[in-house]
């Protein structure tokens, strides 16, 4: 807790870029492209995602990929507790370096995806406050975290999460878009999910190739649609964007079979769900798809 003694008496930021080359020259500390390290040096954009977040007293943050803590000191000053899992252990000692001073944050040396999130969750000392997530997540993992929580029964009340500008237009796409897919989908099933700004990629250390965006993501009270199975809606929105210039007729073949009575199948489930063959996957909103897939039930595919 040295240099977070200092830097409270300072008013200086883990994200100040002198401070921050300065932790990684004091702890010897490289970079491993593995796990997507790109540290955010920028206060004012710190300080826009608390406030993108609306993070106070009455919240608990989790939060992924604390790094060297840039973010984690911003969250911790105004939530109340922090959970940080990171997965490199060579930063466990730098954030107890950094982060010292703050008895409100708790680092967990764990891959995210592989932690018993449940069981930690109970480690808030007010359990009941609601969950956000904040971070600037790891590039080269945002899907699988993305859908690992959003598909835990966790009731997070929002993402408010740093990714690649591209991911994020895919994420928050609407029908009729080239970002529109099957992943657009996936996360608006359950989520409201809106870029709130764009961030360049020279305010990280090391520069990323690509742009950034922070992406807010609020659960919904219920999943935007009611069908009979969750799993075979996502199946079937995958293969209807398989091959993105075929119409929704030959994708959804290619994925259950071209033989006479599966095209018979197929012709009645399309009429009963009021769809067009000939139209492309990404016409089709998230009810149309939740109608598709109840029709396909219906008919037995
Ligand atoms: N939050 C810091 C910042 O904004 O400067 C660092 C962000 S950096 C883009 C991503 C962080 O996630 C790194 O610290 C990396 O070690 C960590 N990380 C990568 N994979 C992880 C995983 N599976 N579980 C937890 N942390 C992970």
Redesign the pocket.
């Known amino acids: 807790g040295y240099l977070s003694n200092n830097l409270e008496r300072t008013h200086m930021r883990i994200?100040d870029k002198n401070i921050t080359r300065a932790v990684l020259e004091r702890h010897g500390f490289t970079f491993?492209k593995s796990?997507?390290?790109?540290?955010?040096t920028d206060t004012n954009i710190l300080q826009k995602i608390v406030d993108t977040a609306e993070i106070d007293q009455d919240v608990n943050v989790i939060?992924?990929?604390?790094?060297?803590g840039?973010?984690?000191e911003f969250l911790a000053e105004s939530a109340a507790e922090v959970m940080a899992?990171?997965?490199?252990d060579r930063?466990i000692p730098i954030l107890a370096d950094t982060l010292g001073r703050f008895d409100n944050v708790t680092v967990v040396n764990?891959?995210?995806?592989k932690t018993d999130l449940q069981t930690q969750i109970q480690n808030f000392k007010n359990p009941d406050l609601p969950i956000k997530v904040v971070?600037?997540?790891?590039?080269y993992?945002t899907t699988p975290?993305l859908m690992h929580l959003i598909e835990s029964k966790i009731p997070f009340s929002e993402f408010v999460v740093m990714m690649q500008r591209e991911v994020a237009d895919r994420i928050s796409a609407e029908p009729n878009t080239k970002a529109y897919g099957s992943l657009s989908i996936a996360v608006q099933y359950y989520m409201t999910a809106k870029v709130a700004f764009i961030v360049p990629r020279t305010v990280f250390v090391p520069a990323p190739n690509v742009d950034s965006a922070i992406l807010k993501m609020v659960r919904r009270e219920q999943p935007l649609v009611q069908v009979q199975d969750e799993d075979f809606l996502f199946r079937v929105s995958k293969a209807a964007f398989v091959h993105r210039r075929k119409t929704l007729w030959n994708n959804l073949t290619s994925h259950f079979g071209k033989s006479e009575e599966t095209k018979e199948k197929l012709e009645k489930a399309l009429e009963l769900a009021d769809i067009q063959p000939s139209i492309r996957g990404e016409a089709l909103s998230i009810p149309d798809f939740g109608r598709l897939a109840d029709s396909l039930k219906e008919v037995g595919l």
């Open positions: 994200a491993k796990f997507g390290q790109n540290f955010l939060e992924i990929g604390p790094g060297i840039a973010l984690t899992f990171e997965i490199d930063l764990q891959d995210i995806l971070a600037n997540l790891p590039y993992i975290i």
